[in-house]
């Protein structure tokens, strides 16, 4: 039985953090790669002395910035900028304040990186710009306090010269190593990043409106990707974003699974949906279902779920042991590849046009008045 939620999730994280500082090593923290799925090639960006520096030798304030908004196409120069820490970011950032340009395209690339790199500052995850440091503070407890401190990481995990564009890559290459079992949920998390992307690329209050949207998407398909790994389950469990349960072999055969909590609590609410973690198959589907009700029942906490019926895994096949479950991102699903269905399916398609009904201004102003 798993005790670790009886531990507060501030007390799990300082033993840990105690351990790695007294064996001056940093302890895998989190086994999932980092949410990019794109191949894409790195341009490392820092700062050496005041002045920007990059993996390309000498590059200009407004070419960075053009690199910066390509990576959101499926082009042969799509590309990643890669900054070593969070002050580099910034410096960056102050670096374009100064940029010189010649022309109107040049300064309306600087403009609009200036707002995708704002909007870098304060997401959970991105993976058109990846923050070293922030990628190894995910990926693993540090035996020190600052982790923003490139040069303490590099000595950690011996890695030489951490400026250098061959440190860096190592670095980087330390930061995402992993295998991921949940590719939707990346996937996820990349195309949230990507549409923050095009929303900051130009200036307007839909396009602000579109990067706070798609940020809230961002934190909640980062949140269930954290729940659902494995090395920080400990954490989770105590910090109660993931829960332990036992599904309960009922008497007679009931549509709605019954399950026991013995942590004795839960964070979901009725109709909540959530989704299972079964440590025995790691890679199935993330299927559960909506939250029934709950409540205790003869000294044990119960908790009721009606099954989604899609899907091969079933709570049956985990009776009397346990499973994980976390809650579900707000409108998301774990799968994104099958085909939607029409909305005719299985009927009949209308025979007759539908009538394409156009305001007269818009009339008047040229737009097409045939049927669809």
Known sequence: MNTTGA???????????????????????????????????????????????????????????????NTDNETDS??????????????????????????VDQRNAVLAARRVLDIALATPWYSSLTIITKGLSARYWAPFTDTDDLAAWARVLGVADARSTTGLGDLYRLAIRG???????????????????RARTFPGAINDAQAYVAMEALGGQWKALCAVDETLRPYNLAARRTVAVIPQRQAREQTIERMVVPGGSIPFRDSSTVWVVDPHSPDADLRGGKVHGFGYDQ?????????????????????????????????????????????????????????????????????DTTPA
């Open 78 to 103: 799509r590309r990643e900028i890669v900054m070593p820490t969070h002050r580099d970011l910034r410096l960056l950032i102050r670096a374009f304040a100064k940029a010189r340009f010649n022309t």
């Open 299 to 367: 000294g044990q906490f119960i908790l009721e779920v009606d099954p989604e019926s899609k899907g091969t895994w079933s709570f049956r096949s985990a009776y009397g042991r346990e499973v994980y479950l976390v809650e579900a991102p707000f409108g998301g699903s774990p799968r994104f590849t099958r085909k939607e269905p029409s909305a005719w399916e299985g009927g009949v398609p209308p025979a007759d046009p539908v009538e394409r009904i156009v305001p007269p201004e818009l009339s008047l102003a040229g737009m």
């Open 7 to 69: 531990m507060k999730a501030s007390a799990y994280a300082a033993e840990r953090r105690e351990q790695a500082a007294r064996t001056g090593q940093p302890l895998a923290r989190m086994s999932e790669t980092l949410p990019n799925l794109h191949v894409r090639e790195k341009l490392f960006v820092w700062i050496d002395k005041g002045r920007v520096r990059t993996s390309d030798g000498p590059m200009k304030g407004h070419e960075i910035a053009s690199v910066l908004l």
């Open 179 to 197: 295998t991921t079992t949940h590719g939707a949920l990346t996937t996820r998390i990349t195309a949230a990043s990507d549409r923050i992307t």
